[in-house]
T-cell receptor, first 114, second 112 residues
Framework: DTGVSQNPRHKITKRGQNVTFRCDPI?????LYWYRQTLGQGPEFLTY????????KSRLLSDRFSAERPKGSFSTLEIQRTEQGDSAMYLC????????????FGPGTRLLVL | EDQVTQSPEALRLQEGESSSLNCSYT??????LFWYRQDPGKGPEFLFT???AGEEKEKERLKATLTKKESFLHITAPKPEDSATYLC?????????????FGSGTQLTVLP
């Protein structure tokens, strides 16, 4: 158990609806990452935070996606106007320390867009 | 463009039959290479980090090695509980970039 939790674990929604996922890392995780994983592929980077600052965003993160990390603790990832292509597992990972590079993943949120 | 390629895509072994998984990478400025294990429906579980060519790490039946172009995950006398997808990922030195670039994984099945 990495101590990183994600909610909900599963989400089914209809195309066009908005969804929000939450990630709770452990308190030591000053950096927090979001990845997306589709079936048979490795996770793909979406965005990451250093404390509350969003430092990098992938080109995969379209305008319909937004992420926040208020107060440098938990983080949320919102997808607006969902499309069927958004169906995937959304993973959150945390890492700690100035030089710490190992990312510890949560269990993921599986999204299905009908 | 940074690339990570894993082979084979799938591997079936009999219990006790040792083998190796390959991860080849083409990146500029490798900062670290990571191996993860992922069970169906779960998040990746960290196994090893390797930082420089020649480095080796071991954990139970697993041993990871690193060269300048590839990494191997050796599995000695595997058991059915070793069945999972094994992912490798690289971290590059590039400005503020801290994200991992993953390969597509090797799906390992160990038959009793």
């Amino acid at each position: 158990d990495t101590g990183v939790s994600q909610n909900p674990r599963h989400k089914i929604t209809k195309r066009g609806q908005n969804v929000t996922f939450r990630c709770d890392p452990i308190s030591e995780h000053n950096r927090l990452y979001w990845y997306r994983q589709t079936l048979g592929q490795g996770p793909e980077f979406l965005t990451y935070f250093q404390n509350e600052a969003q430092l990098e965003k992938s080109r995969l993160l379209s305008d319909r996606f937004s992420a926040e990390r208020p107060k440098g603790s938990f983080s949320t990832l919102e997808i607006q106007r969902t499309e069927q292509g958004d169906s995937a597992m959304y993973l959150c990972a945390g890492t700690s320390g100035v030089m710490g590079e190992t990312q510890y993943f949560g269990p993921g949120t599986r999204l299905l867009v009908l | 463009e940074d690339q990570v390629t894993q082979s084979p895509e799938a591997l079936r072994l009999q219990e006790g039959e040792s083998s190796s998984l390959n991860c080849s990478y083409t990146v500029s400025g490798l900062r670290g290479l990571f191996w993860y294990r992922q069970d169906p429906g779960k998040g990746p579980e960290f196994l090893f980090t390797l930082y420089s060519a020649g480095e080796e790490k071991e954990k139970e039946r697993l041993k990871a090695t690193l060269t300048k172009k590839e990494s191997f995950l050796h599995i000695t006398a595997p058991k059915p509980e070793d069945s999972a997808t094994y992912l490798c990922a690289v971290l590059i030195s590039s400005g503020s970039a801290r994200q991992l670039t993953f390969g597509s994984g090797t799906q390992l099945t160990v038959l009793p």
